[in-house]
């Protein structure tokens, strides 16, 4: 269903394309990109196209347009990033990254309002899931997917799961990058990923609806900022 | 892809019967309902359906449960609900409005963000093919659905059009319960129905962030309440 | 305890100044601002006196500033904001709905909580005041007043209303300010008004968390429009 | 202004001693509080005074009550919370973090909009003085309220740090009791206290609205939970 049409998926590439420059330090912070039309004709590509690339550069962070000006670098991210994910998929990934912010903060909301017992009980199996798998160093993809399906299938409300499962592949892809970022890092990141996933699964424990919402949200918005911002964790 | 699985179509078939007794009069504010082995005996179903129905039901408002006392009646719906959709549809419908919330509210926020001037004059014809429909008596269904699609296209992210896309049935399924009751009701209130949505759009089109977030969310809780409460709209 | 400092009266007298010009006309729609410079020596005051005005005009929605171009009048307010309030004043005025917006819409959250029955009647008493005096063409200003005084009343923590009871003269001053405008606008303008209140108090009434908090925020925002933004309500 | 009047002195102590009576195992998790007739008498006082100690026992999360059933201990603070602070003083101390939740967030949004570079020189500079503090050993109370304050005063609304520097005594209270518990803690601890901070400073400084917003919310509950459950931090 959710499959990019011609215009994204030429703008994705350009992104991808625009990205590798960054990652790889050929455009640095503060530099200024080509005009929209230097790019239509070095990448040969429609005016339409160049724009999507630009909206989700500057959606992402990555850069930033100042009127009359141009648009420059505003962020180099992790080098991990394109070298875990293909750089034309990381377009995609960020758009489903936004989404799911939306998308699974009110799941946590509901399921912390609706959760019945074996709710939970899914919640806590894919939380300690996680932890096991971290500890022998795999990367806890599947566990990941199965924590935030679970909290979505707790809200009470099938609509949310559903939405989840239409964009397993791309979340799936998402948490491979962000994981094997995590799995290079300190030791401290990894705990962090964790302790952020245990929040939630508390707050939803004790029937917390504020704070439920709150650790999905903050959950998601520092994942967003591992992948596109190398300065971001320590 | 967003097909509802057995558990929910019966506990949605109980949901609708429940509902039909509330706005009938044959449960009336206040009114306990029978226990859930009452119901698994009278309704012939298992307990899972029953609380499936149960869960729903409170979420929409429409009973509370109090510990140790049962479940009661909470509201009564208008009866327009239950003529102008099918009964065991109601359930379904109210799960799409609770994702639309999440999903819309955000949408209009990066509309707000990211719109630009040709997204921004769909919103607008969108919104005057409502009031020109609203004022020959026609049900504005496929205008209403517009609207909210161009504000979720606007957001440049593909993937908020697409779960509207995706929903499209049930939402314009939505819609015709609410618009019909509004066109039964006083010039009033159709007015507030049209300023809702107007309110949307000038959030986005003066790049207001907070207010195209909030106007949109405004707008669907409104909503919400003009199809499950009687009492709510004068 | 809130008073403001000599910075702060400087920065809103020449606020009034640049809003007087703008109310009547002498600046138009588009037009540039004069330069930090300029302004510092034609009203002779120190720069952080400038940008302290130019900081809330921008904050206000009636000017924007573009990078390396200056800075443009973005509305004009209807010009019975300067009427019903002396220019000076204003800034203040709307610093104060920009700090009631965070702390009244928490309160009205937590009202829906947590009220009783008798702080949910001394809502509807203020509710029923503010409608018998808007009949007989008074301003309701201290009804409006008591109206929210008695929604953070309830909400079971008293620095809520404590903070509303120490900017109340500036709360009063904003509120003449907006039911002036009202009361010499449309009697749909009017009913907007009161539907407003009303829908808060209902939402607190069910016990509404989600809906008080959106209503609450929805009101006081409208309110900004009311008096920033003379397109603003038909 | 801002000093709580009798009903609120007398209800703060009856919650100081119910408060004593959890955290030292009197009353346990589970446990069932007398009823408020018994609590009238044998603490000899009117029923709006144990009605408003119930309010905020349950506000703050350590009771919950159950319709026709009476009330029960729902989570045992750590017992540092009595040793640093006074019993009576706790109810205030979490009576002023809800205020502060509701203007702090606000906050900082606004000043991720609308700071200055050397509004951020002074919230950095509150940062390093938390961190040297922190690693000496000291408890860094006055470098906590003076980078919260900065941020509130990076908002361009004066009316902000207005309110903090209102309730100053109390919230350097709260902060006495929570750096006082973070400093028995493990090192994790510490380091995730100042990690807290750091993420709000690091959203302000590259004017990040929601991730603002979004992390001063997270700072404030976490600081709730660690000061009202010995369960919350490992």
Redesign the interface.
């Given at each position: 269903?959710?499959t990019?049409?011609k215009k994204?998926r030429l703008g994705d590439k350009l992104y991808g394309q625009i990205l590798q420059q960054i990652v790889s330090g050929v455009l640095r912070e503060g530099d200024r990109l080509p005009s929209e039309n230097q790019m239509c004709q070095s990448f040969n590509v429609s005016r339409p196209v160049v724009?999507q690339a630009l909206?989700?550069l500057q959606?992402d962070?990555l850069v930033a347009s100042?009127?009359?000006?141009g648009t420059f670098v505003q962020?180099r991210p992790p080098e991990g990033l394109t070298r875990f994910a293909e750089p034309s998929d990381v377009s995609e990934m960020l758009?489903?990254l936004?989404?799911r912010?939306?998308?699974e903060?009110?799941?946590a909301a509901?399921a912390a309002l609706?959760r019945?017992s074996s709710e939970l009980k899914d919640i806590e199996n894919a939380l300690s899931a996680i932890e096991a798998e971290m500890k022998t160093g795999n990367l806890p993809v599947s566990a990941d997917f199965a924590f935030h399906y679970a909290v979505a299938a707790a809200s009470?409300?099938?609509?949310?799961p559903?939405?989840l499962q239409?964009?397993n592949d791309l979340i799936e892809r998402g948490m491979t990058v962000a994981l094997s970022l995590t799995r290079e890092g300190t030791p401290?990141r990894a705990?962090?990923v964790f302790?952020e996933h245990y929040?939630i699964f508390?707050a939803i424990e004790?029937r917390?609806?504020?704070?439920a919402e709150?650790?999905m949200?903050?959950h998601l918005?520092?994942l967003r900022?591992r992948v596109t911002d190398s300065h971001?964790d320590r």
């Open positions: 269903m959710f990019p049409q994204e724009r909206v989700r959606a962070g100042r009127q009359g000006a962020k758009r489903c936004e989404l912010m939306a998308v903060s009110q799941a509901l609706r019945t009470g409300n099938v609509l949310f559903q939405v239409t964009l401290e705990r962090r302790d929040a508390q004790r917390d609806v504020q704070s709150l650790a949200r903050y918005d520092r900022q971001r």
